[in-house]
């Protein structure tokens, strides 16, 4: 592995017998996004650099309720929990008309690739709030009642000045969680001697959709199992392989690139790359949108190759890390937008408006993209259904009947 300690920027070589890939994915490359700035899918990349195997990487999930607290702040795309629509919260367009109904039944309480898509369609149409989003409308619950049951998620609102209890909180759906990532084994093991994923950075654990709650729940258990494997590897393996020195030469040039080029305005790059996979490789696709954005991503990834940094200090130089960041985020849209491409239904968290069908779920099959020469293969195989098949449910009695018949 090699390291750059942020406080000095000085480059560290470990050699290790196991190795465990754990950066956590997060689609910061959306214009509102939950995860905290400085997750860019570095694990992903530098799967992909190896050569690895990518799944499912269209499957990203939208959380349909981010806080719209306007540009000037991070706080929005923060997340307002699920329980605020689970409890009985209505979303109001411009209009101040609930809207859900007319998109599904089960209204606020369908699942977040629902909810997400109805209120981007209605952003799309233009019956939005003040800022572009909806209203989620909590006070008919009762504000006494809604300031003790979701203390922490009135707080926040309160902080960036709204009141969550009694009036209108303006909200749009942020991109959340990555059900796609590296392709791995059931002990955390990648198809790379040695290197093992677990977490978000792994693809396939949640198929197209993630119900919420499971994130963490994927991290840990997925998390252990790798972590007794590579101990049980560590233990019988030998001797640490000599390094490649050229591969370690290679590595360090590339972090070197930013500081070989003039200073440029990688702020401006950012902005174009978020609202790009916004408006293009978003919650609604087509063909010519993803086409469109595979366009935007060359220019993108050549004027960032050309783009270096105004400041040569290495220590703390977080600019620096900011271009390594971006080139991670354009590499890994270039696949998300590929895989969507690829990707001719509509499942889960994908929707294609060009193609609005689910498809067969016994003749399915899952995209897996991987860096071959200078560009990206992408291959459908089809999805094994190994324990159990679609109609089938390892549940005896009524609960585990298909959903239709147990309505
Ligand atoms: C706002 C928010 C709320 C959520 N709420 C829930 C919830 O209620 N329940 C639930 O189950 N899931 C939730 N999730 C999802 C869940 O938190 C994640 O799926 C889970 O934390 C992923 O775990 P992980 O170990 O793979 O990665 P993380 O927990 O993200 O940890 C990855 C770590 O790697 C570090 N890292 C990244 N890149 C590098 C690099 N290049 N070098 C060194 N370090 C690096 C990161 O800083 C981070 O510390 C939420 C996610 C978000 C963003």
Known sequence: MLLIDIRTGSYHFVQAKAVLLATGGGPTMYLYHTPSGDKSCDGMAMAMRLGLAMRDMEMVQFHPTGLLAGTDTRMTGTVLEEGL????????????????TAYDPAGERATRDIVSRAIYAEMRAGNTTTNGGVHIQMSHLGPDSVAKRFKGMVERCADCGFDLAGGLVEVVPTAHYMMGGVEFEIDGSTALPG????GE????VHGANRLGGNGVANSTVYGGIAGDAMAAAVSKAGACRDPDETVIAE???RAERPFTKPAGDLSNLRDRLSQMMWDDVGILRT????HRGLGAL?????????????D?????NLTWHDWM??????AVSKVITHASLAREDSRGAHFREDFPETGALDTTAYTQVRQKGGGLAIDMVPVAFSIVKPGDSLIDDDAGAPIAAAE
């Open 85 to 100: 629509r689970g409890a009985g919260g209505y979303l109001l367009n411009g209009a101040a008309e609930r809207f859900m």
């Open 298 to 310: 060359d220019d993108l990834e050549q004027e960032l190759l050309a783009t270096g940094l105004a």
């Open 201 to 204: 950075d792994c693809g396939g």
């Open 195 to 198: 290197l093992y994923a677990a």
């Open 287 to 290: 063909e010519a949108g993803l």
């Open 251 to 253: 590595a360090v040039d």
């Open 325 to 330: 960041n971006l080139e991670s985020l354009i």
């Open 312 to 316: 040569g200090d290495r220590a703390f």
